[in-house]
């Protein structure tokens, strides 16, 4: 690692789920010289969608050039898709950072800004289909790494791989000083945290529940799609 | 579960670690008509440890009867041992909660304002020999459960034990299905997560860079001690 501080910066969105910013967060900024950035629009505080509301340190025009990028997830990434301003954003921060990365639904706003062509990428299980119509490779790992292009699945996740991350930017030492910082030595007290696991009838009855949303994201993902290829 | 919303209030404090709040917050407000507040004495934007800036929702005066109170731990923790307001309203909330909750060194706020005499108590693994001073005995468990006293280990343990909590209040299916929302089936890279399995030299080592902290904060306690003692 050189003396150059680590800079790591999250895209805060309204209604984010503000575990897939906060988790990786705790991680990223224990690294040793890191500087952690909280990136919108504006300075406003923005909720969460349970209403957490945090306060961004930087706007899009004033964030510095980034090591790495995080875009959570959240019912807020709808708007975000076909939302310029975003867009572009994201597309510059990839092309600077060294580490593009998405927790959750994330990653389909990376998709919509055409960072997914052609990438294997990971996303919460229930939207992770969506991600073959920005040409991305949807893949139900995890965590999965496409070169330096690290996406997680739903929330936790971020977790575990801001901490392979934290290896390879200050070593594992660092890494496992984190982990045992945080005591991330997790017990569930249930083993119903993957699709797989939970069982047929609870992935049943929550997308059931879910189905307006994704419906509703299916369509946003389509229009955002479709505006992308327009535009190459 | 009664129609009643379930009321769920952090305390939220200068320099707090803001993952011991977050992941209880993250799965605390699926809960079905949960309601879920920031307390703090002013509705400033309050920072961690590490900057983020999280906005109160409620001050100590105006905020609601909670059916849980949890108090996360932190650097911060060492100045509320010592603060009147804090440690009166963390009674007053006691009193009325169901449930008496805490991560990391946020027990030793608890400590402070008299509510672990006698208990058994879990706190982040560095200062957990600390409790003693307040009558508490301090227990080696990720989380411990005395009567509806539920305080944690180190950071993450909060996540394991909102989700048995989750399952009291709402049903096992419930919590499950929060667990599955959140894709909580973690997998650390490294096996480092408490001092048992990162072993001795990794242990040593945080242990002496933490010392001056450590020193500062047994100070701390032994007044905190002391005062709870001369007020009894």
């Known amino acids: 690692m050189t003396d150059q501080p680590f800079r790591a910066g999250f895209l805060l969105f309204p209604k984010l789920t503000q575990l897939d910013m906060t988790g990786p967060y705790e991680v990223l900024a224990r690294l040793p010289g890191a500087q952690v950035h909280l990136i919108w629009k504006t300075r406003e505080p923005v909720p969460s969608d349970h209403g957490m509301a945090i306060v961004p340190t930087a706007t899009f025009d004033a964030c510095p050039a980034l090591d790495l990028i995080c875009v959570p997830g959240g019912p807020g990434v709808g708007?975000?898709?076909?939302?310029?301003?975003v867009l572009a954003f994201l597309r510059r921060a990839a092309e600077e950072a060294r580490y593009v990365t998405s927790v959750c639904t994330g990653?389909?706003?990376?998709g919509a800004a055409g960072l997914l062509r052609g990438r294997k990428a990971a996303c919460h299980w229930m939207s992770?289909?969506?991600?073959?119509s920005f040409g991305a490779e949807p893949t139900d790992e995890r965590?999965?790494?496409?070169?330096?292009?690290v996406t997680g699945g739903g929330v936790t996740a971020g977790i575990d791989f801001a901490l392979q991350i934290a290896a390879e930017v200050a070593g594992a030492d660092t890494a496992r000083a984190i982990q045992l910082g945080i005591e991330y030595d997790p017990a569930p007290p249930f083993d119903a945290g993957s699709p797989e696991r939970?069982?047929?009838a609870l992935v049943e009855a929550i997308t059931r529940r879910a189905a307006t949303?994704?419906?509703?994201?299916?369509d946003q993902v389509a229009e955002a799609a479709a505006a992308l290829r327009a535009a190459e």
Chains 1, 2 share one sequence.
Do not use: F
């Not at 992770?128 to 073959?132: D, E, K, Y």
């Not at 949303?213 to 299916?218: D, V």
């Open 128 to 132: 992770r289909p969506l991600l073959s």
């Open 198 to 200: 939970a069982g047929p």
């Open 79 to 85: 708007p975000l898709m076909s939302d310029g301003a």
């Open 107 to 110: 990653s389909l706003a990376l």
């Open 143 to 149: 965590v999965v790494w496409d070169g330096t292009l």
């Open 213 to 218: 949303r994704q419906r509703e994201r299916a």
